[in-house]
Nanobody
Framework: VQLQASGGGLVQAGGSLRLSCAASGRTFSSYAMGWFRQAPGKERDFVAA???????YYADSVKGRFTISRDNAKNTVYLQMNSLKPEDTAVYYC?????????????????WGQGTQVTVSS
């Protein structure tokens, strides 16, 4: 499975961005998908995940502001980010898990995209 993330950029606080992650492979619909982020000097943190059936999970820091979704026909997962804050600034990575079920641990994801930079200015 190959993952290609896109949609990052520079936005002012309070603004919105939508990240996309296009996946190759015919088994996309059976994979759980996740988004993680890594700020400079910090560990890679869980942001959101979606199971094969569309169940969603969020980090407390983004709950109510971010929405993860997937389109299995397009082999794509999305992260809609609203009400962005400067502390959301990070490189965002999409990841795929060879399991249909949720995990918030980066160690349990098998495939990773290249990352896309999100910068939120105050």
């Amino acid at each position: 499975v190959q993952l290609q993330a896109s949609g990052g950029g520079l936005v002012q606080a309070g603004g919105s961005l939508r990240l996309s992650c296009a996946a190759s492979g015919r088994t996309f619909s059976s994979y759980a998908m996740g988004w993680f982020r890594q700020a400079p000097g910090k560990e890679r943190d869980f942001v959101a995940a979606i199971t094969w059936r569309g169940g969603t999970y969020y980090a407390d820091s983004v709950k109510g502001r971010f929405t993860i979704s997937r389109d299995n026909a397009k082999n794509t997962v999305y992260l809609q980010m609203n009400s962005l804050k400067p502390e959301d600034t990070a490189v965002y990575y999409c990841a795929a898990r060879s399991s249909p079920y949720y995990s918030g641990s980066s160690l349990l994801y098998d495939y990773w995209g290249q990352g896309t930079q999100v910068t939120v200015s105050s």
